[in-house]
């Protein structure tokens, strides 16, 4: 009885909050541990619902307020983040989820639009990398670019402080888009989702992994690179290890004989985190 007094006489609170003791509770502890205010302007308790302010609570992640602020700020859209190495099979995770009804937002598609020519971002590595970049057409020459900053750790951190900015723009750009639009999950997929800092903007994070020698012979084959030049590409990445250890959900790929049980896996994973 105490509580639903407190409730009743609270006008801080959404009336859906004001009026379930679990809401109630949940919010109020928030408050209580994070110190955020539900009149804030940036907060808006009304758009989550039990589960979701519960997993808030018991995230033991030092980011757990940002992971708040983005989740109000798509308000009831999850934005589900999948990552992993080169030749992890994330882009095969995203059509599976594109299959089962979720909206994909790929940053490396992303990416290709702000080398196109006529873009700052264009204009700003042209100048930095040279000419030798660009093809006949005028186009940026990906592969020529690649060869430059995958040789070089120095090329490489110059090339993303001027791309990565680039494509967290069209990110938040298309996140605002889609929830404007009503869509309830998206799905982002970012090779450097967690270099670039990228993980502040879903709502859960889930790594696909996969083992150094499997994604080398992979590599080789889908990019007819030697063994040393794809060794470049992998050693230029994070560890399996330190990615796994941002995920909310870790799925192994390495099996290139199970792509069933593989599809089995992200199928289940997706509808537990719907449910």
């Not at 080398?115 to 930095?128: M, N, S």
């Not at 869509?183 to 982002?188: H, N, W």
């Not at 084959?221 to 994070?238: M, P, W, Y």
Request: hydrophobic share 40%; with cysteine.
């Amino acid at each position: 009885m105490l509580v639903h007094n407190i409730m009743r006489n609270d006008t801080s609170f959404p009336s859906h909050i004001a009026t379930d003791p679990v809401l109630f509770y949940l919010v109020t502890e928030f408050k209580r541990f994070h110190d955020v205010s539900t009149t804030a302007p940036h907060i808006d308790f009304g758009c989550m619902n039990a589960l979701r302010i519960q997993q808030l609570l018991t995230d033991t992640s030092a980011t757990i307020n940002k992971h708040l602020l983005v989740y109000v700020s798509t308000a009831v859209m999850l934005v589900l983040g999948v990552t992993g190495g080169i030749c992890s099979g994330k882009s095969t995770v995203a059509r599976i989820l594109q299959e089962n009804g979720a909206t994909i937002i790929d940053a490396d598609k992303l990416g290709h639009r702000t080398y196109e020519r006529g873009t700052p971002c264009y204009t700003k590595l042209v100048e930095h990398f040279g000419d030798s970049i660009v093809d006949e057409q005028g186009e940026i020459n990906r592969r020529v670019l690649g060869t430059i900053v995958f040789s070089s750790p120095e090329k490489m951190k110059e090339l993303q402080n001027i791309v990565w900015p680039q494509i967290r723009n069209l990110i938040v750009s298309g996140l605002e888009e889609l929830k404007a639009q009503g869509v309830k999950v998206v799905v982002l997929e970012a090779a450097v989702m967690i270099e670039a800092g990228w993980q502040d903007l879903v709502s859960t994070l889930w790594v696909i992994s996969v083992n150094k020698d499997v994604a080398l012979k992979r590599l080789m084959t889908r990019n007819s690179l030697s063994e040393g030049g794809a060794l470049n590409r992998i050693n230029a990445q994070i560890s399996n290890e330190e990615r796994c250890s941002f995920a909310n959900l870790v799925i192994d790929n390495s099996d290139d004989d199970s792509m069933q049980a593989f599809e089995d896996k992200v199928k289940s994973a997706y509808n537990t985190l719907l449910v």
